[in-house]
């Protein structure tokens, strides 16, 4: 376990610890329009889960392998349909994931014989990978909602091509290596350079799959006729954490699609260098490789140790991607698929499959309990998250506040509109009063003068006045509408302004809210941790009492060997021995177990004893008698009805 999971988490004892579980092969045949090869063929047996490989040539000279008929753990069909492939495949997978184990699916066999087809599937045809992603994010979301278990799914996809492996969500001309690496103290495979998508739902998870699956991104593509060049792996991480029962697991799936098993040869590949083509075989032969070396023929003899393979598995990128896979703590699946009419890559894919099948790995569910830090650990994740929202939110409104704020200075201040217009309004006085004087006079000289016709240069001035007047009433209407307009902008301002500064009373009061929360768990985590502390003392009490106790039993044992010895002969023998006896009773009674004992209706301190022995000693007193097993000579003691003494039992 990692030093950072054993600060925050508890280890629980184990729901399922380590358990052997060998790697399962499932056969899948494509189908074709009939068997080419007359010498040799394949019966294949979907009820016994069997394929007979018959030959007129004698079988070791043929394949060098010791069997005619390959068990598999299920076989099915050129008719199987993807639904059958998934059903068997799906559930058990998703069960696995659920329960915290680790799992791989893995897809061999030769070039366009239904690997990716299984895997992935096709435009109509849905493979296991988007199955499993639908399948699981329900049974998620279900568990979240009826049993509380929160949970969160992370997802990377890469390509091995030529011994390199590649991010596929990066464009193609940026496209570098990554650096896997295998830490020792971390299981799970570190990939550099790679940022696993966080998946929110089914459907972001298809999104990211398909862009995946876009053959187009992929540097070791196949064409149309042309067969793939490099593997396909996706990892998919789950963690559940349940607080009501305090558990948190953690696991994750590979899924693997390969490229055709049969080598690469100059012969079809006359455009690559020796080099690239053995860049391209090396993976294949490096799986089979370690394949072979971990086969267990004797089952009885435990797990397949990888121990000694690690140079093996270096030996490519993809047996180091596998490490876990092929003898370690993951659940296996592999996805035989072959044309039964080409024999020798039936043969060898068959052969493959019955090594594989007999590699045993040993597998244990990463269950751990959710501690009270693991718990505020995930608290302090959500509030940070919670948190940053709110920040990004006040940002964005602060800035949409400094916005307006910009387009409110940037038309002429409130302050300078009001001064504005109250200059405009004590000229129209003005000039209103001018008019009046002018209409004044006007009336006057025709009142006085009807006849006359108004002197010229009056009525020059007149005019001009009137026209000023008329013009300086269209200003005037002008800035009274520009007015009510500016005034109405800034209203609405206002308002904005104003619901911008309640919502972030709001948002503030929300996170008081949370700081609150925070507090209170913080609190809680105190008092438990007196709790704690009070059952440790209480703890350590009981054991010293119990010590103690065991001190007494042992006391008296000493004793009553003490006593026992002398007894064996005559009890009337010695005063001083029976008065020792009595004191034994009188201190077993003060004794914790005594006291129990006098409780008891018909206890042994109830009764008086007195035997003719004892009355040896001169006293009448009765007292406690102590069990048997406490050392009574019961052959020395009469027990008596608690009656009034008679008066000759005193002589
Ligand atoms: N069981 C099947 N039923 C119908 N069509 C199938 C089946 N299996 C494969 N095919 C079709 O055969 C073609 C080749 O299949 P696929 O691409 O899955 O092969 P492959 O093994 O992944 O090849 P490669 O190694 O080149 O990646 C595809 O067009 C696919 O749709």
Request: proline share 4%; net charge neutral; with cysteine.
């Amino acid at each position: 376990m990692s030093k950072e999971q054993s600060s925050s988490s508890v280890s629980l004892p184990a729901i399922d610890s380590s358990e052997p579980c060998p790697i399962e092969v499932l056969l899948r045949t494509i189908p074709e329009k009939g068997l080419q090869n007359n010498e040799s063929t394949f019966k294949i047996n979907s009820v016994d889960n069997t394929v007979l490989f018959r030959t007129s040539k004698p079988l070791h000279n043929a394949t060098g392998s010791p069997h005619s008929t390959f068990q598999f753990d299920k076989v099915f069909d050129a008719n199987a349909t993807q639904k059958d492939v998934q059903d068997f495949l799906v559930n058990p997978t998703i069960k696995d994931i659920l329960s915290g184990y680790n799992s791989t699916i893995l897809t061999y066999g030769p070039s366009f014989s239904g690997k990716s087809y299984s895997l992935l599937g096709s435009q109509y045809n849905e493979g296991v990978l988007p199955n499993i992603c639908q399948v699981l994010f329900e049974t998620l979301e279900e568990n979240e909602e009826t049993k509380g278990t929160n949970f969160c799914v992370s997802v990377l996809a890469f390509e091995i091509y030529m011994e390199k492996s590649y991010d596929l969500l990066v464009p193609l001309p940026e496209r570098k290596p990554l650096k896997l690496h295998r830490s020792s103290s971390k299981m799970d495979l570190e990939i550099k350079d790679i940022c696993p998508a966080h998946i929110k739902s089914y459907e972001d998870l298809r999104g990211y799959v398909q862009s995946v699956q876009n053959t187009e991104n992929r540097v070791g593509r196949g064409g149309k006729a042309e067969r793939s060049k490099s593997h396909l792996v996706f990892q998919l991480h789950v963690e559940q954490r349940n607080r009501r029962e305090d558990i948190l697991k953690n696991s994750s799936l590979y899924l693997i699609d390969l490229h055709g098993a049969e080598k690469f040869e100059k012969r079809t590949e006359n455009t690559l260098s020796q080099d690239a083509l053995k860049k391209l075989n090396q993976s294949i032969e490096a799986l089979k490789n370690i394949v072979q070396l971990l086969a267990v023929k004797n089952p009885d003899s435990g797990y397949s140790t990888k121990t000694s393979h690690s140079s093996t598995y270096r030996e490519s990128q993809l047996t180091e991607v596998l490490r876990d896979s092929l003898g370690g703590n993951r659940k296996m699946k592999v996805i035989l698929t072959c044309f039964l009419s080409n024999v020798p890559t039936t043969l060898s894919t068959l052969e493959f499959g019955d090594n594989i099948r007999q590699i045993i790995n040993k597998v244990m569910s990463s269950t751990t309990g959710l501690n009270m830090k693991k718990k505020m650990d995930l608290f302090v994740q959500d509030m940070k998250i919670k948190d940053d929202n709110y920040v990004s939110q006040i940002n964005i409104l602060k800035s949409e506040l400094d916005s307006l704020k910009d387009l409110s200075n940037e038309s002429s201040s409130r302050e300078d509109m009001k001064t504005e217009l109250e200059n405009y309004e004590k000229e129209n006085v003005k000039l209103k009063l001018q008019l009046d004087s002018i209409t004044q006079l006007l009336s006057s000289s025709t009142n006085e003068n009807p006849n006359n016709n108004i002197d010229d240069e009056v009525a020059e001035i007149l005019m001009k006045r009137c026209e000023q007047i008329a013009q300086l009433e269209l200003s005037f209407d002008r800035q009274m509408n520009a007015n009510s307009k500016l005034r109405k902008e800034f209203e609405y301002k206002k308002s904005k302004e104003e619901a911008l500064e309640s919502m972030n009373v709001r948002l503030l009061e929300q996170i008081q809210l949370q700081e609150k929360e925070i507090q209170e768990l913080l609190t809680n985590n105190a008092i438990l941790k007196g709790e704690l502390d009070t059952h440790t003392k209480l703890a350590e009490t009981r054991s010293e009492k119990i010590k103690s106790l065991e001190d007494s039993v042992k006391e008296l044992t000493n004793n009553k060997s003490a006593i026992s010895s002398p007894r064996k002969g005559s009890v009337s023998s010695s005063s001083a021995n029976t008065v020792s006896h009595i004191e034994g009773g009188s201190e077993l009674s003060n004794s914790p177990r005594s006291a129990n004992t006098s409780s008891k209706p018909v206890g042994w301190a109830v009764r008086k004893v007195s035997s003719s022995s004892i009355a040896t000693t001169g006293s009448q007193e009765s007292f406690a008698a102590r069990p048997f097993k406490k050392g009574l000579n019961l052959h020395s003691i009469k027990v008596t009805p608690n009656t009034p003494k008679s008066p000759d039992l005193g002589s």
